[in-house]
């Protein structure tokens, strides 16, 4: 198929699955993994972390985890090795660990096709609203040297500003309330499960991205409705999603 006829199936398929016909005025983009490539080093921290406190676990695990704020993953992690609940200094101190792992390692890069796609939406008029899981500084802070002009301080939705994490609608639904608009002018873009299934739930458009080891099977099982295998591929089919061809 060509970018033409990828396009045209996604927005049938968004068409089919809500009822609506798609008028993209806003698009709703995930962080880490989407625009930066830092899922590989956040799972290093997270795996060292979790290996330090006695869990069993596997470093690949904390891919799927991607899209829920630090405080829900380690309550995960302390509900599965120990039955409990992580306390809130327990949750205060742990990310802080994890979170000092991560930035000893290499600042991660772009991903590739992420400033193609960032600057087709820019060109068009498509205003940007980040929704992230995470609350980490070093990686908010880098988006506007690697970003430029993309995201406004006040149309960023991070840990901070949501009750409910991915894989909840939630922050998806939150991203439209800043951006002004309703589910079918809003075009997700994501490369994990749960937050792919909190795009879907929240009624945009879920676009998926496998910029990492997750299947692109596991994508259309959370409810993808279009899923590419680069963000470069991704950026190829942006512009006929918006109708700027």
Known sequence: ???QQIAAGALDHYSRR???TLTPKAALIDMDGTLLDSMKLHTMAWYRLATELGIDCTR??????EGMTGAETIN???RRQWGRDATDREKTELYHRKTCYFNEMPRPGIIPGADRMIKTLMDSGIRRVLVTGSGQLSNLERLNTDFPGAFAPDLRITSRNVTHCKPHPEPYLKGMEL????PWK???????PMGVRSASDSGALAVAVCT???PAEAMHEAGADVVFPSMEAFADVLPYILNKD
Do not use: D, K, Q, S
């Open 1 to 3: 198929m060509n970018e």
């Open 18 to 20: 809500t009822g609506h």
């Open 60 to 65: 690949e695990e904390f891919y799927l985890y």
């Open 76 to 78: 995960r992690l302390m």
């Open 179 to 182: 951006a002004g608009v309703e």
């Open 186 to 192: 809003a075009i997700a873009i994501e490369n994990a």
């Open 212 to 214: 990492g080891p997750i």
